[in-house]
């Protein structure tokens, strides 16, 4: 059986991390959390382990791994390749890719970065950042009408990868009540056995 030595580099409030932290606490694997804020992530000892200065990094034994979906694949496909996390089956599979996906191009841009604008002070255009939020959570609303996660009847690494920075959406301003479907798919994941909570932004923001 395969002992994993992993350390997982990030912050609490990373939604990043944080579907990294959820997944390896689904797969029951044991692992250090190292704090990675961001004096620590441009120092050149954190630029060793990714030169692009981001989180989450892992660490499992000798490899040294970058980007959270990658990762997420990752951990599946060497700790738990017949799980149903990443199905196997190709319609499944590429269902899970495509969320993948949305959860790096339009979630990361619309809830992510607005976010990012009100709580971090990040440099980026609110109202694009609101604009790109609306079509996805819209877009999600309809999907998720008559259905329990995001890809299949199950859920895979798509609900992990999609779900910190939607639920927390309204910490950039976002309102969720709109979107009751996906209110009660957020509820689903937090209701999975293993799931912990990302804490809380501390600046209240009132949504546009």
């Known amino acids: 059986m395969l002992q994993p030595d992993i350390t997982l580099h990030g912050t609490p409030l990373s939604g990043h991390a944080h579907r990294?932290?959820?997944?390896?606490?689904?797969?029951g694997l044991p692992y250090?959390?190292?704090?990675?804020?961001?004096?620590?992530?441009?120092?050149?000892?954190?630029?060793?382990?990714?030169?692009?200065?981001?989180?989450?990094?892992?660490?499992?034994?000798?490899?040294?791994?970058?980007?959270s979906n990658a990762i997420m694949v990752y951990l599946v496909k060497r700790y738990a390749p017949d799980s149903d996390w990443l199905p196997a089956e190709p319609v499944a599979a590429a269902q899970v890719q495509r969320w993948l996906s949305i959860a790096a191009g339009e979630?990361?841009?619309?809830?992510?970065?607005?976010?990012?604008?009100?709580?971090?002070?990040?440099?980026?255009?609110?109202?694009?950042?609101?604009?790109?939020?609306?079509?996805?959570?819209?877009?999600?609303?309809?999907?998720?009408?008559?259905?329990?996660?995001?890809a299949v009847d199950h859920p895979t690494l798509a609900d992990l990868a999609c779900y910190s920075y939607v639920a927390h959406a309204p910490e950039g301003g976002i309102p969720l009540e709109p979107y009751p479907a996906v209110r009660a798919w957020l509820a689903r994941v937090e209701a999975l056995p293993f799931f912990k909570p990302m804490p809380r932004s501390p600046i209240p923001v009132r949504a546009a």
């Open 32 to 67: 250090r959390y190292e704090a990675a804020p961001a004096d620590v992530r441009r120092s050149d000892a954190f630029r060793t382990l990714n030169p692009l200065g981001q989180i989450p990094v892992l660490q499992d034994g000798d490899l040294t791994l970058a980007d």
């Open 107 to 150: 979630i990361m841009h619309g809830p992510s970065i607005a976010r990012l604008v009100a709580q971090f002070g990040f440099q980026d255009d609110p109202a694009r950042a609101e604009m790109i939020a609306a079509r996805v959570l819209g877009f999600m609303e309809s999907h998720l009408a008559g259905r329990a996660y995001l």
């Open 20 to 27: 990294v932290e959820l997944l390896l606490l689904a797969l």
